[in-house]
């Protein structure tokens, strides 16, 4: 027989209609957790039936948009995905022409990663859709709700870097 804590009182209170289960209702991390994988599911299938492109080579695009080259290594960070990640997706993107790679001399065996031409073109259309797809999410939200959320999730986000996340 299960264990239950809390009264019938508190058990009956949560909202069983939620789109959310009953421990993201009660905890902050496995709410976030929840909607980061229900971000990244209809992220994944979003762009790839409609684009024919990775969240990983999304990121990358994105990122290469802002920053107009940085090295593989640097552009894995800013995108915030695995290194070896990055490389494979580098390497489809490549084949696309969508990115150049370019390997330097004066810094060992670093590449720089540059947007083509076609990738600037592409990049722009995505951000575009990008900003559409975040603005029906967000139509609920005020302007000043939707930055106390980021500003919120950024001070979440610095939490987790601390020693005390860690343990």
């Known amino acids: 027989m299960p264990m239950h804590n809390g009264s019938a009182a508190q058990n009956s209170e949560l909202d069983h209609s939620s789109s959310v289960g009953i ?3 009660e905890q902050i991390a496995v709410l976030v957790s929840v909607l980061g994988a229900r971000f990244s599911r209809g992220a994944m299938t979003y762009y790839r039936t409609a684009w024919d492109i ?3 080579e999304w990121r990358l695009l994105l990122t290469l948009n802002r920053i107009e080259s ?6 894995s ?3 915030d995905v695995d290194k070896a990640a990055a490389s494979r997706s580098l390497v489809l993107l490549q084949e696309r022409k969508l990115v150049s790679v370019e390997q330097t001399r004066s810094r060992g065996r670093a590449a720089i990663a540059k947007l083509t031409a076609e990738g600037r073109k592409l990049t722009a259309k995505l951000a575009q859709v990008s900003r559409e ?3 029906r999410l967000f139509k609920d939200f ?3 709700e939707k930055e106390r959320l980021n500003d919120l ?3 979440l ?4 870097d601390s020693d005390d996340w860690k343990y």
């Open 142 to 144: 005020t302007a000043a």
């Open 54 to 56: 990775s969240t990983v």
């Open 133 to 135: 797809r975040e603005a």
């Open 70 to 75: 940085l090295n593989v290594s640097a552009l």
């Open 157 to 160: 986000s610095h939490a987790l």
């Open 77 to 79: 960070d800013a995108a």
């Open 23 to 25: 421990l993201a209702q």
């Open 153 to 155: 999730l950024l001070r």
